[in-house]
């Protein structure tokens, strides 16, 4: 199985705050990676796909880039409401995998 | 719209077993697998199998393999989960989502709480 592997585990930033988050593949996946938010007891919601591509009705400040094994999302300016876990996932072969997930915090 | 909504909370005893349901709307049932994940308190999401929804070929990942059972009804537009030998390390937030394969897992069940305790 392709492990992936997320960094930080949590960052806590201002809003406003440029936010940077990365994954990494144990192995090329390509672009075939996408990316998820997820609330507490929610189901996970797609943002990102095919590495960075933005999903329909997502903000702007969202972006995601990157290819083989290191990609990174970003949020350009942090705001309240983007608080919860982001998770990679890569679906380049089965079992499609994710990463562990980075929790964000509002400062 | 697409919805994908499953049924409700369950409450098991050890070695019991579950059933979770899936009912899609809003697109051809027939067009896009189906995956079913699992989520432990605290743990990244984990991967159970899926459905090939047009000729209902299940697959299974490997951690999975004996106990898990995924199978469709076309007519309701429904696919169910079934876990057996039910552990406490079962007690999880178990998804379905659908499978795009240009997008990843585009549209998710609301989740299904599945506490197993004796």
């Known amino acids: 199985d392709i492990q992936m592997t997320q960094s930080p585990s949590t960052l806590s930033a201002f809003v406003g705050d440029r936010v940077t988050i990365t994954c990494r593949a144990s192995e090329s996946v390509k672009t075939w990676l996408s990316w998820y938010w997820q609330k507490p007891g929610k189901a996970p919601n797609l943002i990102i796909y095919r590495a960075s591509f933005l999903e329909s009705g997502v903000p702007s400040r969202f972006s995601g880039s990157g290819s083989e094994t290191e990609f990174t999302l970003t949020i350009s300016s942090l705001q309240p409401e983007d608080s919860g876990t982001y998770y990679c996932q890569q679906y380049t072969s089965y079992p499609w995998t994710f990463g562990q997930g980075t929790k964000v915090e509002i400062k | 719209q697409v919805q994908l909504v499953q049924s409700g909370a369950e409450v098991k005893k050890p070695g019991a077993s579950v059933n979770v349901s899936c009912k899609t709307s809003g697109y051809t049932f027939t067009t896009f697998p189906l995956y079913w994940l699992r989520q432990a308190p605290g743990q990244r999401l984990e991967l159970m199998g899926w459905?090939?929804?047009?000729?209902?070929?299940?697959e299974y990942s490997d951690n999975f393999q004996d106990r898990v059972t995924i199978s469709r009804d076309t007519s309701a537009s429904t696919a169910y989960m079934i876990l057996s030998n039910l552990r406490s390390e079962d007690t999880a937030l178990y998804f379905c989502?659908?499978?795009?394969?240009?997008?990843?897992?585009?549209?998710w069940g609301q989740g299904t709480t599945v506490t197993v305790s004796s």
């Open positions: 459905i090939h929804t047009g000729n209902g070929k299940p």
């Open positions: 989502a659908r499978v795009s394969y240009s997008y990843g897992l585009d549209f």
